[in-house]
């Protein structure tokens, strides 16, 4: 076995022998028909101009009022030319599936959202809106509550990140909209996407999550923040120490609600309500509404605006599989998927702390890269862990259920459960780790003798069929990639 050349993975890491490529991001190229566009009135300005001129009386000519004019055109003809200077990333060529490209045919523009604000959603990747952001952002823009519902991977942060970028005042040095997420690792990615997507805006992010130092946390809230992403125990802690000011808050966003709303958060979710003013905006987000759900909305939303893009629970793009075996045919099992099949990075569940150990332990033995994560590490491994996996610096992630939630890596493109979850909601979540934003993904399940009834009850659930594993599986449904990439 090579040595890890990098040799600084503290806890939770597992070095083997090679690496995965860096995970290509999901970029796309704005229509060019646009530019065409834009490029043509470009061309009918001097002529309109033109016209004036002519039909205008030299007597009538003010210095003042020309000098105007000519500054007003040459402000004119900048905000043609925004869109050609900006940075754009190389296009995303991957096939798409309909949970994704299934839309009204809307523009970002269309919402006359701040330029700014374009720029960064354009310099993000971004080129139209997918179905839930065409369906929520217009709603939120309105300061309408809502209730939406649509599946893991098509788009849910940035139907709520524009809206509440859109909505803040960057004059007004106070705290004006919170976004509340179950989990530290999620915390971070919303605050990131927050960040780029607002990078021509004036607008001051922070990100605060148990685990990590309060006192810097405290000291950070005596600068601007326009923006708090965090876990509900965090923020609230602040506000009840008189560091974190909410009478400015006008949204409060809830990713993952239906987790928010579960009996570990909920009683400080409804604290941390009673210190925002009566007039705020309430948003919930979810692939699922459990029925606890409802007397939350009915207590503190108003007239909610609801969204339900759940035709099917599953995504369309993941292809589902189960391999019959006995425990201790698991390890086994594992290698030899390992050796078959194209896997650009893989994250694979177990259902204790202690089995994510020593799974990532064995696969380590049979020679491939590997971190692991759980909750009982210390944030800064787990931080450490989160950022070295999405940045491609392994290919295989071994993890707890902390990792099923909102949680978005492009290049994953296989997930097993190598230990079979027992409800339906874990399934869900967890298989939409693969097939991110309409691409292509691969879930394949262990499945032992105990399993049986739980893979059968979760089908019904779901509305969907797990099929029994072939001999082969064809690389097309479920690498997205022209080019198939080899190593470990």
Same mark, same amino acid.
């Given at each position: 076995?090579?040595?890890?050349?990098?040799?600084?993975?503290?806890?939770?890491?597992?070095?083997?022998?090679?690496?995965?490529?860096? +995970?290509?991001?999901?970029?796309?190229?704005?229509?060019?028909?646009?530019?065409?566009?834009?490029?043509?009135?470009?061309? %009918?300005?001097?002529?309109?101009?033109?016209?004036?001129?002519?039909?205008?009386?030299?007597?009538?000519?003010?210095?003042?009022?020309?000098?105007?004019?000519?500054?007003?055109?040459? !402000?004119?003809?900048?905000?043609?030319?925004?869109?050609?200077?900006?940075?754009?990333?190389?296009?995303?060529?991957?096939?798409?599936?309909?949970?994704?490209?299934?839309?009204?045919?809307?523009?970002?523009?269309?919402?006359?959202?701040?330029?700014?604000?374009?720029?960064?959603?354009?310099?993000?990747?971004?080129?139209?809106?997918?179905? !839930?952001?065409?369906?929520? /952002?217009?709603?939120?823009?309105?300061?309408?509550?809502?209730?939406?519902?649509?599946?893991?991977?098509?788009?849910?942060?940035?139907?709520? =990140?524009?809206?509440?970028?859109?909505?803040?005042?960057?004059?007004?040095?106070? !705290?004006?909209?919170?976004?509340?997420?179950?989990?530290?690792?999620?915390?971070?990615?919303?605050?990131?996407? =927050?960040?780029?997507?607002?990078? &021509?805006?004036?607008?001051?992010?922070?990100?605060?999550?148990?685990?990590?130092?309060?006192?810097?946390?405290?000291?950070?809230?005596?600068?601007?923040? *326009?923006?708090?992403?965090?876990?509900?125990?965090?923020?609230?802690?602040?506000?009840?120490?008189?560091?974190?000011? $909410?009478?400015?808050?006008?949204?409060?966003?809830?990713?993952?609600?239906?987790?928010?709303?579960?009996?570990?958060? %909920?009683?400080?979710?409804?604290?941390?309500?009673?210190?925002?003013?009566?007039?705020?905006?309430?948003?919930?987000?979810?692939?699922?509404?459990?029925?606890?759900?409802?007397?939350?909305?009915?207590?503190?939303?108003?007239?909610?605006?609801?969204?339900?893009?759940?035709?099917?629970?599953?995504?369309?793009?993941?292809?589902? #599989? #189960?391999?019959?075996?006995?425990?201790?045919?698991?390890?086994? =099992?594992?290698?030899?998927?390992?050796?078959?099949?194209?896997?650009? %990075?893989?994250? @694979?569940?177990?259902?204790?702390?202690?089995?994510?150990?020593?799974?990532?332990?064995? !696969?380590?033995?049979?020679?491939?890269?590997?971190? #692991? /994560? &759980?909750?009982?590490?210390?944030?800064? *491994?787990?931080?450490?862990?989160?950022?070295?996996?999405?940045?491609? +610096? =392994?290919?295989?992630?071994?993890?707890?259920?902390?990792?099923?939630?909102?949680?978005?890596?492009?290049?994953?493109?296989?997930?097993?459960?190598?230990?079979?979850?027992?409800?339906?909601?874990? #399934? $869900?979540?967890?298989?939409?780790?693969?097939?991110?934003?309409? &691409?292509?993904?691969?879930? @394949?399940?262990?499945?032992?003798?105990?399993?049986?009834?739980?893979?059968?009850?979760?089908?019904?659930?779901?509305?969907?069929?797990?099929?029994?594993?072939?001999?082969?599986?064809?690389?097309? @449904?479920?690498?997205?990639?022209?080019?198939? %990439?080899?190593?470990?």
């Amino acid at each position: 076995m090579n040595s890890n050349s990098r040799g600084r993975f503290g806890p939770g890491t597992m070095h083997g022998r090679g690496y995965p490529p860096y +995970a290509q991001p999901n970029y796309f190229q704005r229509n060019p028909m646009q530019s065409n566009l834009h490029h043509i009135s470009q061309q %009918q300005w001097p002529r309109r101009n033109q016209v004036e001129a002519e039909t205008a009386s030299i007597d009538d000519i003010n210095p003042k009022e020309e000098e105007k004019r000519i500054q007003s055109e040459g !402000i004119d003809s900048s905000s043609q030319n925004w869109k050609a200077q900006l940075k754009l990333p190389p296009t995303d060529t991957r096939y798409k599936t309909e949970d994704v490209t299934v839309t009204k045919g809307n523009e970002f523009e269309d919402y006359f959202l701040k330029r700014e604000l374009l720029m960064g959603i354009y310099e993000k990747g971004f080129e139209r809106p997918s179905p !839930i952001q065409e369906e929520s /952002i217009p709603i939120a823009l309105t300061g309408s509550d809502i209730l939406a519902r649509a599946k893991n991977g098509t788009g849910k942060t940035a139907a709520f =990140c524009i809206p509440a970028l859109e909505k803040i005042d960057q004059n007004k040095n106070s !705290i004006q909209v919170v976004i509340l997420v179950p989990t530290r690792e999620l915390a971070l990615q919303t605050s990131q996407v =927050c960040k780029e997507l607002g990078k &021509h805006l004036k607008i001051q992010v922070m990100v605060t999550t148990g685990g990590t130092s309060l006192k810097d946390d405290i000291m950070r809230l005596y600068q601007p923040v *326009h923006l708090l992403v965090g876990t509900p125990g965090r923020i609230l802690d602040l506000v009840k120490k008189g560091v974190c000011i $909410l009478k400015d808050c006008s949204m409060l966003v809830m990713d993952e609600a239906d987790k928010l709303l579960s009996q570990e958060f %909920q009683p400080l979710v409804e604290q941390l309500i009673s210190f925002l003013p009566e007039n705020r905006q309430i948003l919930l987000f979810s692939a699922t509404f459990p029925v606890t759900v409802k007397a939350f909305k009915d207590k503190f939303l108003l007239r909610p605006y609801s969204i339900n893009l759940m035709d099917e629970l599953t995504l369309k793009g993941i292809t589902q #599989y #189960y391999a019959f075996v006995e425990e201790r045919q698991k390890v086994h =099992c594992l290698n030899t998927l390992f050796s078959k099949l194209q896997i650009n %990075q893989s994250i @694979i569940f177990c259902n204790s702390v202690n089995r994510v150990e020593l799974l990532a332990k064995k !696969i380590t033995e049979l020679g491939y890269s590997c971190f #692991y /994560i &759980h909750a009982k590490m210390l944030q800064s *491994h787990r931080n450490r862990v989160f950022h070295d996996f999405r940045n491609g +610096a =392994c290919r295989n992630l071994v993890c707890s259920d902390l990792f099923t939630r909102g949680i978005d890596i492009q290049a994953v493109n296989v997930v097993i459960n190598f230990d079979f979850p027992k409800n339906a909601e874990t #399934y $869900l979540h967890r298989v939409g780790r693969s097939g991110r934003f309409g &691409h292509l993904g691969l879930a @394949i399940s262990l499945i032992t003798y105990e399993d049986r009834f739980n893979l059968y009850r979760i089908e019904q659930e779901l509305g969907t069929e797990i099929k029994q594993i072939p001999p082969q599986i064809d690389q097309a @449904i479920y690498c997205n990639y022209s080019t198939v %990439q080899h190593g470990n």
